[in-house]
């Protein structure tokens, strides 16, 4: 095979069935596609050996490790194409994805593709989508591509290794960053567009967030002497977050309504990432040091 697309899925067959849909109607045909199943317990084992029995779809299952990361490698150690594209079940591609990602990987080693927010007219999805999904910036600015988007060369994962399957978040800039360290160059690709549903929910957002924020410990515990964490004495974890830089980041939606609780929004995801940090530094204070969270 040429090209091999991962999906990483723990319990959501609709999103499922969206993702691989979209991937099996492609104009390519030299591809395959990976589901790595994360050992899920509802009907979403059930969806994956289905679409596992037609000639382009392999299953493969991690339930050792509860992570989006190791599920990544066990698709990763599964996939038989030199380029390998990663996308989140849930999310959807236009038919031209796999031909797009293997042309213009050519020379390339790591690329990340645009991403689309689409949602329902709900406060939360609108403030989502008015917010946006700012690959380009990660990739030119923070040195990592969001793993849902993310395409890379077998040679790449040669030299570097794959995922660190013990981070439950932050896992896609750590991976960033060590190509980066080795001498890759980070791409952006802002002509393949990508599709993935806005979180229309407070609840959805402040899980997500608390996640991100045990990552950012995990970062700290495993990655040390690599990354600057900021301690969580540091006033800066608790004020709000700085209003011009937050109208900056904006597009051109929300009305004079909205904008003061999307401003509000904004700084209950700051505190719910503080606050997942906190708790990841309490547990880490309370289990030996060679512990390791299963997330």
Same mark, same amino acid.
């Given at each position: 095979?040429?090209?091999?697309?991962?999906?990483?899925?723990?319990?959501?067959?609709?999103?499922?069935?969206?993702?691989?849909?979209?991937?099996?109607?492609?104009?390519?045909?030299?591809?395959?596609?990976?589901?790595?199943?994360?050992?899920?317990?509802?009907?979403?084992?059930?969806?994956?050996?289905?679409?596992?029995?037609?000639?382009? @779809?392999? /299953?493969?299952?991690? %339930? *050792? &490790?509860?992570?989006?990361? $190791?599920?990544?490698?066990?698709?990763? +150690?599964?996939?038989?194409?030199?380029?390998?594209?990663?996308?989140?079940?849930?999310?959807?591609?236009?038919?031209?994805?796999?031909?797009?990602?293997?042309?213009?990987?050519?020379?390339?080693?790591?690329?990340?593709?645009?991403?689309?927010?689409?949602?329902?007219?709900?406060?939360?999805?609108?403030?989502?989508?008015?917010?946006?999904?700012?690959?380009?910036?990660?990739?030119?600015?923070?040195?990592?591509?969001?793993?849902?988007?993310?395409? @890379?060369? /077998?040679?790449?994962? %040669? *030299? &570097?290794?794959?995922?660190? $399957?013990?981070?439950?978040?932050?896992? +896609?800039?750590?991976?960033?960053?060590?190509?980066?360290?080795?001498?890759?160059?980070?791409?952006?690709?802002?002509?393949?567009?990508?599709?993935?549903?806005?979180?229309?929910?407070?609840?959805?957002?402040?899980?997500?967030?608390?996640?991100?924020?045990?990552?950012?410990?995990?970062?700290?515990?495993?990655?040390?002497?690599?990354?600057?964490?900021?301690?969580?004495?540091?006033?800066?974890?608790?004020?709000?977050?700085?209003?011009?830089?937050?109208?900056?980041?904006?597009?051109?939606?929300?009305?004079?309504?909205?904008?003061?609780?999307?401003?509000?929004?904004?700084?209950?995801?700051?505190?719910?990432?503080?606050?997942?940090?906190?708790?990841?530094?309490?547990?880490?204070?309370?289990?030996?040091?060679?512990?390791?969270?299963?997330?």
């Amino acid at each position: 095979m040429t090209t091999s697309v991962v999906v990483p899925v723990y319990n959501d067959p609709e999103g499922l069935t969206t993702t691989v849909e979209s991937l099996l109607d492609q104009t390519a045909t030299d591809y395959e596609i990976v589901i790595a199943d994360n050992g899920s317990t509802d009907d979403t084992a059930r969806v994956a050996r289905e679409f596992a029995t037609t000639d382009r @779809v392999r /299953r493969v299952v991690e %339930d *050792e &490790i509860q992570s989006s990361y $190791a599920a990544r490698n066990a698709g990763i +150690d599964a996939a038989d194409g030199d380029v390998i594209g990663f996308v989140d079940a849930d999310m959807w591609v236009e038919d031209d994805y796999v031909a797009a990602i293997t042309e213009r990987m050519g020379d390339r080693s790591y690329m990340g593709c645009r991403v689309e927010l689409v949602g329902d007219d709900s406060t939360v999805a609108r403030y989502r989508r008015a917010t946006g999904f700012p690959v380009e910036k990660y990739v030119t600015e923070a040195g990592f591509a969001p793993t849902c988007c993310l395409v @890379v060369h /077998r040679r790449l994962l %040669d *030299e &570097i290794g794959d995922f660190d $399957a013990r981070l439950v978040s932050n896992g +896609d800039l750590e991976f960033g960053r060590r190509a980066s360290e080795a001498g890759f160059e980070l791409t952006y690709e802002p002509e393949i567009p990508m599709y993935h549903p806005a979180r229309s929910t407070l609840r959805a957002v402040l899980a997500q967030n608390v996640r991100i924020g045990h990552g950012r410990e995990q970062i700290r515990r495993f990655h040390g002497d690599r990354f600057e964490v900021r301690a969580p004495t540091n006033p800066r974890n608790y004020l709000p977050v700085n209003p011009v830089g937050f109208l900056d980041s904006l597009d051109a939606s929300g009305s004079a309504v909205e904008r003061p609780l999307w401003y509000g929004l904004a700084c209950v995801q700051k505190w719910a990432r503080t606050a997942g940090y906190l708790r990841a530094r309490r547990r880490d204070a309370v289990y030996a040091p060679g512990y390791q969270e299963s997330g």
